[in-house]
């Protein structure tokens, strides 16, 4: 053998060699994805409701936090691939599918549930083993109502607040039916009231809205269409005011002077017309409801009497003390005239000089020779006697 031919057959001798490696391991590689192992994963699953009529949840008495340990076999290359995708996305279990549907609580095995979801059904690997393998889920059908919605501001309003729209659809498990209240409520935070201006009517957007279930009753599943109103709402101002038309003049006389006296006003003064009270604003809305009423009475002494014709001073009462008077002093005009028939006179009953009422807080009510106090409840202090009162003839 020639030199130069030497090298080309060590050459060859090597190609034959590195070719003979490459074809066994080749050969040992498929071999190896062929060859089935077992693997253990934890994945987390996602329960979907399949139909929109539908819906599921973990039972409420169940600790399922969601992870099942999967224990799977298959060839070492797919069972690698499937494994780096149940990492990257949920195991999806639908109801109607993998979950068989049934209204109420059912135990699911979850064991024939993985088995059959998608991601198992045309692969080669198998699920051998699942961890926990069952579980209680809750299902049921979902119903829809529509209802009013009321508004919750937690402050005093100016009038009736109103939403936009006035109703709302909300949608429930039919197991909620016989707890759903008559109407949704739209609460509006403390921070949307912040910088309203009192007595201007303001729109408040974006307001939410939700049921009030009886206590003990889980709700699950409430959805509501749509899920936020518009609220337009007035402040009620700390203070308010009102005008009343008229208020009636009574004659306060002293117990002697009743039945030996007659006494008329003027026809002018027997009222005391268009008068506005201002206070607080509560106080004024007890006013509205007649809790109390204003009454202008004039006390007519002796003297004044016997002076047969002139002008009275007026003083009213029944107000509480934080409503301020529309005056100050008004005075109207009387005629007295003595009786002269003895037996018309009446008699007077116990001898009492009557109290002034402008001596007393007209919030602690009529003085005592004032007429009855209103009905109702009221601040002020009721009278304890009613002595005889002669009315503007």
């Known amino acids: 053998m020639s030199a130069a031919a030497a090298p080309s057959a060590g050459i060859r001798g090597l190609r034959t060699v590195v070719l003979t490696t490459a074809l066994t391991l080749l050969v040992w590689m498929l071999a190896e994805a062929r060859t089935l192992q077992s693997r253990r994963v934890e994945v987390f699953v996602e329960l979907r409701p399949g139909a929109a009529d539908r819906d599921l949840r973990v039972s409420p008495g169940e600790t399922w936090d969601g992870f099942v340990e999967l224990e799977l076999r298959g060839p070492t290359a797919e069972l690698l691939t499937l494994e780096d ?7 999806v279990l639908t109801l109607g599918e993998q979950i068989p549907f049934s209204r109420g609580i059912n135990e699911i095995d979850l064991r024939d549930a993985v088995r059959a979801a998608q991601v198992f059904v045309d692969g080669t690997v198998t699920v051998d083993r699942v961890s926990p393998d069952g579980v209680e889920l809750q299902m049921d059908e979902l119903v829809t109502r529509a209802l009013p919605v ?32 008559d109407r949704l409520v739209a609460r509006v935070s403390r921070e949307a009231l912040e910088g309203l201006r009192p007595g201007v009517a303001h729109s408040v ?17 409430v959805t509501y269409e749509p899920s936020r109103v518009a609220v337009t709402l007035e402040l009620r ?23 030996r006296w007659s006494v008329e006003i003027s026809d002018d003064d027997r009222f005391i017309r268009d008068v506005r009270l201002s206070g607080p604003a509560a106080v004024i809305d007890r006013l509205r409801e007649q809790e109390f009423v204003p009454t202008a009475i004039v006390r007519l002494t002796a003297p004044m009497l016997e002076a047969g014709a ?84």
């Open 85 to 91: 995708r149940l990492k990257e996305q949920n195991l």
């Open 150 to 181: 009321v508004i919750d501001a937690g402050v005093d309003l100016a009038s009736p607040a109103t939403t936009d729209p006035p109703e709302v659809s909300i949608r429930c498990p039919s197991e909620l039916l016989e707890f759903l209240p």
């Open 205 to 221: 957007q974006g307001v939410p809205v939700s049921a009030l279930f009886p206590v003990g009753v889980g709700p699950w599943a």
């Open 237 to 259: 101002s700390e203070t308010d005011s009102m005008l009343v038309p008229a208020v009636p003049v009574r004659l306060l006389l002293a117990p002697e002077a009743v039945g």
């Open 310 to 393: 002139g002008e009275a001073e007026v003083r009213l009462i029944e107000l509480p003390s934080r409503v301020s008077r529309p005056f100050e002093s008004y005075r109207v005009r009387y005629r007295a005239e003595r009786i002269l028939d003895p037996s018309l006179v009446q008699p007077a009953g116990p001898q009492r000089q009557p109290e002034d009422p402008g001596e007393r807080d007209p919030g602690e009510g009529p003085a005592p020779d004032a007429l009855q106090p209103p009905a109702g409840p009221s601040d002020a202090e009721p009278s304890e006697g009613v002595p005889p009162i002669a009315p503007g003839r």
